[in-house]
């Protein structure tokens, strides 16, 4: 059982910065992919970003791609999105999940995954 917690979250105005990190419990293997979701009022929860804890591999939603970056630290077992160039629609519940199995394909569609986090609110004033 690996657990997530997200943390980075908070209030930024538009055109601003903010950093997510993920720390998981333990080591996860080198095949687990990481994702990053989020979910507005209203709206269904996407994922926005996903790396295989690897690093071979990087997927963005086209919505993000240019501003926002994963990364992963395995001295730290966290996963980091860096957003950069926020906008008022990034408004959401951030949230990092793992899929165990690695299944590449299903990740970047936002499926499969086998543990998640609680959630960080990312807020973005105009």
């Known amino acids: 059982q690996v657990q997530l917690v997200e943390s980075g979250g908070g209030l930024v105005q538009a055109g601003g910065s903010l950093r997510l990190s993920c720390a998981a419990s333990?080591?996860?293997?080198?095949?687990?992919?990481m994702g990053w979701f989020r979910q507005a009022p209203g709206k269904e929860r996407d994922v926005v970003a996903a790396?295989?804890?690897?690093?071979?591999?990087?997927y963005y939603a086209d919505s993000v791609k240019g501003r926002f970056t994963i990364s992963r630290d395995n001295a730290k077992n966290t996963v980091y999105l860096q957003m950069n160039s926020l906008k008022p629609e990034d408004t959401a519940v951030y949230s990092c999940?793992?899929?165990?199995?690695?299944?590449?394909?299903?990740?970047?569609?936002?499926?499969?995954?086998?543990?998640w986090g609680q959630g960080t609110q990312v807020t973005v004033s105009s």
């Open positions: 999940a793992a899929d165990r199995d690695g299944n590449w394909p299903a990740a970047i569609r936002g499926n499969g995954y086998d543990y």
């Open positions: 333990l080591r996860t293997s080198s095949w687990y992919v």
């Open positions: 790396i295989r804890w690897s690093g071979a591999s990087t």
